[in-house]
């Protein structure tokens, strides 16, 4: 009777993955208290600005952002045939599309109602860009690989090169994120820590997914 033995990529992937399930969840956790117990909570219909814009980080580390990572190892993580890891991947990216819809209008909300300029940071040009492109690879993807498809030959040449895109769009919400958290770092403190330990657990969450997906696994 054969023995599987397991390659060390494997062993590599395999604590990525669990890695990253940890960081995700911890930076959610962090988030939650940041926008809760020091941002008072959120309320995308409220009369005060702040509560408004808490809607923005909220959605977009939860959703947008968690969202798309897991979406991204759903091929590592989901022991199922490839067709349904392909409409589970699809469809964590489309609700991750949709809450990042709501981010973005949070903010744009919040800018409104606070009278402050729209698209002036780095970290608000960085966000158009990454939504944008992600939009139009959701699309890409969807009329590519699952309706109407391409022709399997196209399929095949076109996949590295949506695997690549993908993980450098996922790699840009981080690098946005990371933005979005330095311009509300304040004076040192309780708040300003869990700030920055959130940046800090999207920054690992961001390099367990890299290495889960970049590294073959032999029974994926």
């Not at 969202?67 to 589970?88: A, C, D, N, P, S």
Request: one cysteine or more; proline letters at 4%; hydrophobic letters at 55%.
């Amino acid at each position: 009777m054969a023995l599987f033995v397991r390659s060390p990529a494997d062993i590599v992937v395999s604590y990525a993955t669990m890695a990253a399930h940890v960081f995700a969840l911890t930076a959610a956790i962090l988030m939650l208290v940041w926008v809760l117990h020091f941002g008072g909570g959120v309320n995308l219909h409220s009369d005060n600005p702040d509560l408004v814009f808490n809607v923005h980080p909220l959605v977009m580390c939860l959703g947008f952002i968690i969202f798309i990572g897991e979406g991204v190892m759903v091929y590592k993580t989901v022991r199922l045939e490839k067709k349904v890891q392909k409409f589970i991947h699809m469809m964590l990216h489309l609700v991750a599309l949709t809450l990042g819809i709501l981010g973005v209008y949070a903010a744009f909300k919040y800018h409104k109602e606070s009278e402050a300029p729209d698209m002036v940071s780095l970290h608000s040009w960085l966000g158009m860009c990454t939504i944008c492109l992600f939009g139009l690879q959701w699309l890409f993807a969807f009329f590519f690989f699952w309706f109407p498809r391409a022709p399997l030959r196209t399929r095949d040449m076109m996949s590295p090169l949506h695997a690549s895109a993908g993980l450098a769009i996922f790699l840009m919400t981080i690098c946005t994120a990371e933005t979005g958290l330095m311009e509300k770092s304040g004076l040192p403190g309780s708040e300003t820590r869990v700030i920055n330990f959130t940046g800090l657990f999207l920054l690992l969450f961001g390099i367990a997914v890299s290495i889960s997906v970049g590294l073959p696994r032999a029974f994926s």
